[in-house]
């Protein structure tokens, strides 16, 4: 586990071997996309920003949760391996998913492609919990204010560079990041530099998925 700063840290993750996850080319490309994580992706996703796929109901939940996420070759097979912890999504550009999250960190998708296992992600016990899935395409400058729980990354191909009022880091092909819920942060991505990430969010079902906006400006630190 490699710490980056007081409550942001990346954290090890089960990846795939060979190049299904290799690093993407780097080539100069559009403006960012600039949004805050509201508009509804596409369906198939890979559209330049940051982008809603999908939300569904957990439940009840003890204070340490994982998120699984399973990469399947269609959605019926991904759909077949669904738990009622899971949600099956087709995005960064046609990829199925298969995203679950449960308190059990040895908890397999039988025939998926075990692409990450990011945790533990602390939340509230006893209210029921909303997990809110989103996704990330470069070129992006998305901000993403406090919320109401855990907010976790993980970046499947390229960089993505985020910035809090603690510093700034790249996250990297294979690594994770997780926000504890009062951080405000910048998604961006470097000029020239493709990324590709999964983005979630952990909330009481009865609140709204973001706070407040923050006094907190980003100095650009990811453009520079």
Same mark, same amino acid.
């Given at each position: 586990?490699?710490?980056?700063?007081?409550?942001l840290?990346?954290? &090890?993750?089960?990846?795939?071997?060979?190049?299904?996850? &290799?690093?993407?080319?780097?080539?100069?490309h559009?403006?960012?996309s +600039?949004?805050? /994580?509201?508009?509804?992706? &596409?369906?198939g996703?890979?559209?330049?920003? /940051? @982008?809603? @796929?999908?939300?569904?109901?957990?439940?009840?939940?003890?204070?340490?949760?994982?998120?699984?996420?399973? $990469?399947?070759?269609?959605?019926?097979?991904?759909?077949?391996? #669904?738990?009622?912890y899971? +949600?099956?999504?087709?995005? *960064?550009?046609?990829?199925? %998913?298969?995203?679950?999250?449960?308190?059990?960190?040895?908890?397999?998708?039988?025939?998926?492609e075990?692409?990450?296992?990011?945790?533990?992600?602390?939340?509230?016990?006893?209210?029921?919990?909303?997990?809110? *899935?989103?996704?990330?395409?470069?070129?992006?400058?998305? $901000? *993403?204010? +406090?919320? +109401?729980?855990?907010?976790?990354? %993980?970046?499947?191909?390229?960089?993505? /560079?985020?910035?809090? !009022?603690?510093?700034?880091?790249?996250?990297?092909? $294979?690594?994770?990041?997780?926000?504890?819920?009062?951080?405000?942060?910048?998604?961006? !991505? #470097?000029?020239?530099?493709?990324?590709?990430?999964?983005?979630?969010?952990?909330?009481?079902?009865?609140?709204?998925?973001?706070?407040?906006?923050?006094?907190?400006?980003?100095?650009?630190?990811? *453009? $520079?």
């Amino acid at each position: 586990m490699r710490r980056l700063w007081p409550l942001l840290l990346v954290t &090890a993750t089960i990846a795939l071997a060979g190049g299904a996850n &290799a690093q993407l080319t780097s080539q100069p490309h559009a403006s960012p996309s +600039s949004n805050n /994580c509201e508009a509804a992706a &596409a369906y198939g996703g890979g559209q330049a920003g /940051c @982008t809603w @796929t999908r939300s569904f109901n957990l439940g009840p939940m003890p204070g340490d949760i994982y998120w699984h996420i399973d $990469r399947f070759s269609d959605v019926p097979t991904a759909e077949a391996a #669904r738990t009622l912890y899971g +949600s099956v999504t087709v995005a *960064l550009g046609g990829q199925v %998913f298969l995203q679950t999250i449960n308190d059990n960190p040895g908890w397999t998708a039988p025939g998926g492609e075990r692409l990450a296992l990011v945790g533990p992600l602390r939340v509230p016990s006893g209210p029921d919990l909303e997990a809110r *899935l989103m996704e990330v395409t470069a070129p992006v400058s998305a $901000r *993403l204010d +406090s919320t +109401s729980g855990p907010k976790a990354m %993980f970046v499947l191909g390229g960089s993505i /560079c985020l910035e809090t !009022s603690t510093g700034v880091q790249d996250i990297v092909t $294979r690594e994770a990041a997780i926000f504890t819920p009062e951080i405000s942060a910048e998604i961006a !991505s #470097r000029n020239g530099i493709d990324g590709r990430a999964l983005l979630l969010v952990i909330y009481p079902t009865n609140t709204p998925w973001v706070g407040q906006a923050s006094d907190w400006k980003p100095a650009g630190l990811c *453009l $520079r």
